[in-house]
C-alpha cells in the first residue's frame, strides 16, 4: 500500500489441494500470475504439466489452455511472457509418437576420430550423449512446438518444431528470438556446444531472419576467459523497443592470443535497413563480462582479465555517436573493500529491468550503488547516491553495525520511465541478526521510514540462543586468516570444557595475501541450517568452525597450486590453534570435513595433516587429478604442463598416507568431474591399505543432493560417523554398531533419548531438536 503496509492476503484458489505448483511467474503488469499444476497420481508416460493462470485481483485460477491435449514441454525454457495477454510456450509437438526404443543388435561400433589433427582440450564430463540412440532420445524429448496463447486460450502456433533452449520476445512485444540447437550432435561437449541458430520471427508468426548459426564447438579452449567464436550473448537491448546486441571475439575465442581490441560489443535493430552493418558499441582489451543499460542515456560495460584479476567498468552512451567511452572504476576484482558495488535496476513496462534514474532537485545524473560492503570489522551493506557524470558520491544509507544486517533487495518506488525523486524513495530491504530469522521490511525516503511486512517465527528455537562470533588469527607465513565459530546454546569454556569440533570449509585461491586476508562475512548474519550446512551438530554438543579462509595465494607469475599442500596444512593448522588456544575444541576430538573441493580439501588434510584430525567427513569429491587432465577449479594448466603439482595435490596418490577415519559420501549421478567414479576408486585405495572407511553412493542424486531420503540418510551417516569417532562422548545412539563394514540398517536407526548425554546441563532443551532431526527419519524403498 501507499504507506509501505500490505494490503489484505488473497489465495490462489481453484485447483485441487493435492496440486504440485511449479514454474510461477507474474505478467509485466502484475495483474495475472502464471503456473503450472500437477498431480503425481497422473504420472503417465506423457507430461502431466498443465499451465493455469490466476488472477491477481480475485486468485482465481484457471488453466490456460482450452485443450487437455496439448502437453508442455519443460526440457529446456517452459514459456515467457510476450506482453500483459500473451505467453510464449514450448509443448510437445502433436506429431510426436512413442519414444524411440534402443535395438537389440548395436548399430556397430562407437567410433571417435581426429585424423584431422584438431586441437581438442575438454575439461572431464559426465552426462554426453553415447550412442545414435541417445541422440534420438534427446531429439524426442528435447523438441518442441512453440505456441503464442493468449489469456483467452487462444493458439497459434510459431516456426517449426525444434530443440529451443531459449525464447526471447523484444521489450515492445512485436519480434521474438528463438535460440535452437541442432545437428551434427557431439559426445564430448554438452549441448550449450552444438550447432546453435538464433532467429527472429514476429509475434505474428513471420519469419524476419537469421541471426547467426554458429557451428558445432568442440575447440574452444581450457584457458581461462577463452569463450566461443562467432555472436555470443546476443539480447535485446532492455531500453529501447527491438534493438539487439551481441559481442564478438577478436582473438578466435582463445584467451592465450594476444591481441587488441580481444571483444567488441555491437548493436543492430531487429530489422535493419539494407546495407545498414552493424554499430561499434566498445572495444575491449579484457573480456567482455555482463552491461546495464540505463534508457538511452548511458549505459555500464564490465570486462574481466581472471590471470591479472583486473575488472574494469565503461560508461558508454549508446545513441551518441561521438560520445567516447569512459573509464568509470578499475580495480582487482580479489579486491572486495574496493568493490562499488551494483547499480540498482527499476522494472519497466514491459517487464525489462534498467538501471533507475536518481533526481535529485531535478539535477545530475545519479544512479544508487548497492554493495556488501566488505571492511576489516565485517560486512556492512550500503546504498550510495553516485553521479555519472563526476564519479563524486554520497552514502545515504548504511546496514546497522551492531546487532543486524540488512540489505537492500530491489527499488519498488514506480516510474513509467524509470526516474525517480530521491525524496520518493522506497526500497525493498531484508534484516537479520545472528539470532533472528531474515524478516521483510518497505523502507521509504525522505525519513527512511521502516515499515516490517513479514513477521516468520524461528524455525528452530532450540537453537536461538546458539552463539556465534567472527575469528580472526593468522598464518605462520602472516596471512591473515577468518573463521566464524558457533558454539552451543548457554556454553562456556571454563565451566564445560573443550568440546568435539567440526571444521567445514571449501579453499579459494587468490593472487595476493592482501586479498587472501580480507574479511567477506558479517558476524550479524542469522545461522540457517540446512543440508549443506553442519550447524545441526550444535544440538550433539560441537563447536563449529564454519568456512575458516583456506587460501591458497599464487602472486605475480607464481601459481597458487604449485605450493597448494604446504599452504593448506599451514591454514589448516593456524585455524586448529585458534580454537584449541581459546578452549573451545579438544585437540584429539577435531573432525574436519567439505563438499565438493572441500571433500577434496578433506582428504589431502588426512593425507598430510593427520596430526590436526581425528576423522573426515568427504561429499562430492575429486580426489585424483590425473582424471582431470585439462584443469580443475582455477587451475589451467594442463597435466603434461604441470605433471608434479597435479601428482601432489591428488590424495588418491597419497591414500597410504591416510591413517584416519573417513566417511566418503556421492551422488550416483554426479555429472560434473566430480564423478562418483571418483570416490568409488578411492575408497578402493583406502580399502587396499586399511584405512578405516565407509563409501555411501546416493541413488538418482546429482553433484548437491535433493530428495529427502537422501538428506535424511546423510544425516544418519555423518552422526553415526561423528559419534564414533569424534565425540567426547560416544555411544548416544543405541545400538550403535561397532564393525564399519557391517553397518545398521538406516530404517532400524531409532534414538532412545533418555540416553542422551551431553557434557554441559545448560542446552537440555536441544533434545526437542534432535528429536525432530533424527526420530523421524524414514527410509522408503
Known amino acids: 500500500m501507499d504507506d509501505g503496509t500490505l494490503g489484505p492476503e488473497k489465495v490462489v484458489n481453484g485447483y485441487n489441494d493435492n496440486a504440485k505448483i511449479n514454474f510461477v511467474g507474474w505478467s509485466p503488469d502484475g495483474q495475472h500470475l502464471v503456473f503450472t499444476v500437477r498431480y503425481e497420481d497422473e504420472v503417465d508416460n506423457g507430461s502431466n504439466l498443465a499451465l493455469w493462470i490466476a488472477d491477481a485481483e480475485s486468485g482465481k485460477a484457471r488453466p490456460l489452455f482450452k485443450s487437455a491435449d496439448i502437453m508442455l514441454n519443460a526440457i529446456f525454457e517452459l514459456y515467457v511472457w510476450v506482453n500483459n495477454s500473451c505467453l510464449l510456450v514450448c509443448t510437445v509437438p502433436s506429431s510426436r509418437g512413442d519414444p524411440p526404443r534402443k535395438?537389440?543388435?548395436?548399430?556397430?561400433?562407437?567410433?571417435?576420430?581426429?585424423?584431422?589433427?584438431?586441437?581438442?582440450?575438454?575439461?572431464?564430463?559426465?552426462?554426453?550423449?553415447?550412442?545414435?540412440?541417445?541422440?534420438?532420445?534427446?531429439?524426442?524429448?528435447?523438441?518442441?512446438?512453440?505456441?503464442?496463447v493468449t489469456l483467452d486460450g487462444t493458439v497459434n502456433m510459431i516456426a517449426l518444431p525444434a530443440i529451443y533452449i531459449s525464447l526471447d520476445p523484444s521489450p515492445d512485444g512485436k519480434y521474438l528470438m528463438l535460440t535452437s540447437v541442432h545437428r551434427p550432435y557431439s559426445s564430448i561437449v554438452s549441448y550449450k556446444r552444438f550447432p546453435k541458430k538464433v532467429e527472429l520471427w514476429t509475434v505474428e508468426g513471420r519469419f524476419v531472419r537469421e541471426v547467426c548459426d554458429l557451428p558445432l564447438a568442440e575447440d574452444i579452449p581450457v584457458a581461462a576467459n577463452s569463450v566461443r567464436k562467432g555472436k555470443r550473448l546476443i539480447r535485446w537491448r532492455p531500453d529501447m523497443p527491438s534493438t539487439l546486441?551481441?559481442?564478438?571475439?577478436?582473438?578466435?575465442?582463445?584467451?592465450?592470443?594476444?591481441?587488441?581490441?580481444?571483444?567488441?560489443?555491437?548493436?543492430?535493430?531487429?530489422?535493419?535497413?539494407?546495407?545498414?552493418?552493424?554499430?561499434?558499441?566498445?572495444?575491449?582489451?579484457?573480456?567482455?563480462?555482463?552491461?546495464?543499460?540505463?534508457?538511452?542515456?548511458?549505459?555500464?560495460?564490465?570486462?574481466?582479465?581472471?590471470?591479472?584479476?583486473?575488472?574494469?567498468?565503461?560508461?558508454?552512451?549508446?545513441?551518441?555517436?561521438?560520445?567516447?567511452?569512459?573509464?568509470?572504476?578499475?580495480?582487482?576484482?580479489?579486491?572486495?573493500?574496493?568493490?562499488?558495488?551494483?547499480?540498482?535496476?527499476?522494472?519497466?513496462?514491459?517487464?525489462?529491468?534498467?538501471?533507475?534514474?536518481?533526481?535529485?532537485?531535478?539535477?545530475?545524473?545519479?544512479?544508487?550503488?548497492k554493495g556488501r560492503g566488505a571492511t576489516p570489522k565485517g560486512s556492512t551493506p550500503f546504498l550510495d547516491l553516485f553521479n555519472v557524470n563526476t564519479g563524486e558520491k554520497e552514502r545515504i544509507w548504511e546496514s546497522d553495525k551492531e546487532k543486524y544486517y540488512e540489505s537492500v533487495l530491489a527499488l519498488i518506488s514506480y516510474h513509467p520511465k524509470c526516474e525517480v525523486q530521491l525524496d520518493q524513495l522506497k526500497l525493498l530491504v531484508s534484516k537479520e541478526s545472528r539470532r533472528e530469522i531474515t524478516q521483510y521490511y518497505v523502507k521509504i525516503w525522505p525519513d527512511e521510514k521502516q515499515v516490517q511486512i513479514t513477521n516468520y517465527p524461528h524455525p528452530y528455537p532450540q537453537l536461538a540462543l546458539l552463539q556465534k562470533e567472527i575469528i580472526r588469527y593468522q598464518?605462520?607465513?602472516?596471512?591473515?586468516?577468518?573463521?566464524?565459530?558457533?558454539?552451543?546454546?548457554?556454553?562456556?569454556?571454563?565451566?564445560?570444557?573443550?568440546?568435539?569440533?567440526?571444521?567445514?570449509?571449501?579453499?579459494?585461491?587468490?593472487?595476493?595475501?592482501?586479498?587472501?586476508?580480507?574479511?567477506?562475512?558479517?558476524?550479524?548474519?542469522?545461522?540457517?541450517?540446512?543440508?549443506?550446512?553442519?550447524?545441526?551438530?550444535?544440538?550433539?554438543?560441537?563447536?563449529?568452525?564454519?568456512?575458516?579462509?583456506?587460501?591458497?595465494?599464487?602472486?605475480?607469475?607464481?601459481?597458487?597450486?604449485?605450493?597448494?599442500?604446504?599452504?593448506?596444512?599451514?591454514?589448516?593448522?593456524?585455524?586448529?590453534?585458534?580454537?584449541?588456544?581459546?578452549?573451545?575444541?579438544?585437540?584429539?576430538?577435531?573432525?574436519?570435513?567439505?563438499?565438493?573441493?572441500?571433500?577434496?580439501?578433506?582428504?589431502?588434510?588426512?593425507?598430510?595433516?593427520?596430526?590436526?584430525?581425528?576423522?573426515?567427513?568427504?561429499?562430492?569429491g575429486a580426489y585424483n587429478r590425473t582424471l582431470t587432465?585439462?584443469?580443475?577449479?582455477?587451475?589451467?594448466?594442463?597435466?603434461?604442463?604441470?605433471?608434479?603439482?597435479?601428482?601432489?595435490?591428488?590424495?588418491?596418490?597419497?591414500?597410504?598416507?591416510?591413517?584416519?577415519?573417513?566417511?566418503?559420501?556421492?551422488?550416483?549421478?554426479?555429472?560434473?568431474?566430480?564423478?562418483?567414479?571418483?570416490?568409488?576408486?578411492?575408497?578402493?585405495?583406502?580399502?587396499?591399505?586399511?584405512?578405516?572407511?565407509?563409501?555411501?553412493?546416493?541413488?538418482f542424486e546429482q553433484h548437491q543432493y535433493a530428495a529427502r531420503e537422501s538428506i535424511m540418510h546423510i544425516i544418519w551417516e555423518t552422526d553415526r560417523w561423528l559419534q564414533k569417532y569424534c565425540a567426547t562422548n560416544p555411544g548416544n545412539i543405541r545400538d550403535m554398531e561397532t564393525n564399519v563394514d557391517t553397518p545398521q540398517s538406516p530404517t532400524d536407526a531409532v534414538l532412545d533419548h533418555e540416553a542422551l548425554s551431553l557434557n554441559f546441563t545448560k542446552i537440555s532443551s536441544l533434545i526437542k531438536l534432535i528429536q525432530l532431526a533424527f526420530s523421524q527419519i524414514v527410509f522408503r524403498k
Open 475 to 620: 598464518r605462520t607465513d602472516g596471512v591473515k586468516l577468518t573463521a566464524t565459530l558457533y558454539l552451543p546454546p548457554g556454553y562456556s569454556p571454563s565451566e564445560d570444557g573443550p568440546l568435539p569440533c567440526l571444521i567445514w570449509s571449501y579453499p579459494g585461491e587468490f593472487k595476493s595475501k592482501e586479498a587472501a586476508g580480507q574479511v567477506r562475512r558479517s558476524p550479524n548474519k542469522f545461522a540457517r541450517i540446512n543440508n549443506k550446512f553442519p550447524l545441526l551438530w550444535l544440538a550433539r554438543g560441537f563447536a563449529i568452525l564454519a568456512d575458516p579462509t583456506i587460501p591458497i595465494i599464487g602472486e605475480g607469475n607464481q601459481e597458487g597450486n604449485d605450493r597448494y599442500i604446504e599452504q593448506l596444512i599451514a591454514s589448516a593448522e593456524a585455524a586448529v590453534n585458534e580454537i584449541v588456544r581459546r578452549g573451545v575444541a579438544h585437540p584429539d576430538k577435531i573432525a574436519v570435513g567439505g563438499h565438493s573441493y572441500g571433500a577434496f580439501m578433506t582428504a589431502n588434510l588426512l593425507a598430510h595433516a593427520p596430526h590436526l584430525f581425528c576423522c573426515g567427513i568427504a561429499r562430492s
Open 629 to 699: 587432465p585439462f584443469g580443475f577449479q582455477k587451475e589451467t594448466r594442463t597435466l603434461w604442463e604441470a605433471t608434479d603439482t597435479y601428482i601432489k595435490m591428488s590424495p588418491f596418490m597419497s591414500a597410504n598416507k591416510i591413517k584416519k577415519p573417513i566417511l566418503l559420501i556421492h551422488g550416483e549421478d554426479d555429472s560434473k568431474v566430480t564423478t562418483a567414479m571418483q570416490s568409488s576408486q578411492f575408497y578402493d585405495a583406502l580399502k587396499g591399505h586399511g584405512v578405516p572407511c565407509r563409501l555411501v553412493i546416493l541413488p
Open 103 to 148: 535395438q537389440l543388435v548395436p548399430f556397430g561400433p562407437r567410433i571417435r576420430s581426429n585424423e584431422q589433427r584438431s586441437i581438442i582440450q575438454m575439461r572431464s564430463t559426465k552426462e554426453m550423449l553415447k550412442d545414435l540412440h541417445e541422440e534420438e532420445l534427446f531429439d524426442y524429448y528435447a523438441t518442441s512446438q512453440i505456441v503464442l
Open 245 to 369: 546486441y551481441w559481442v564478438e571475439a577478436q582473438d578466435g575465442g582463445d584467451a592465450n592470443v594476444e591481441v587488441s581490441p580481444r571483444d567488441i560489443v555491437y548493436m543492430e535493430h531487429a530489422e535493419p535497413l539494407d546495407g545498414e552493418k552493424p554499430q561499434v558499441l566498445l572495444k575491449l582489451d579484457l573480456r567482455y563480462r555482463k552491461s546495464y543499460w540505463c534508457y538511452g542515456s548511458f549505459a555500464l560495460v564490465y570486462e574481466y582479465w581472471y590471470k591479472t584479476r583486473i575488472t574494469r567498468t565503461w560508461v558508454i552512451s549508446p545513441d551518441l555517436k561521438n560520445n567516447r567511452p569512459r573509464l568509470l572504476f578499475e580495480r582487482s576484482s580479489e579486491d572486495a573493500y574496493s568493490n562499488p558495488g551494483s547499480p540498482v535496476m527499476c522494472r519497466t513496462p514491459s517487464g525489462t529491468l534498467v538501471i533507475a534514474r536518481i533526481k535529485r532537485n531535478c539535477e545530475g545524473s545519479y544512479i544508487l550503488l
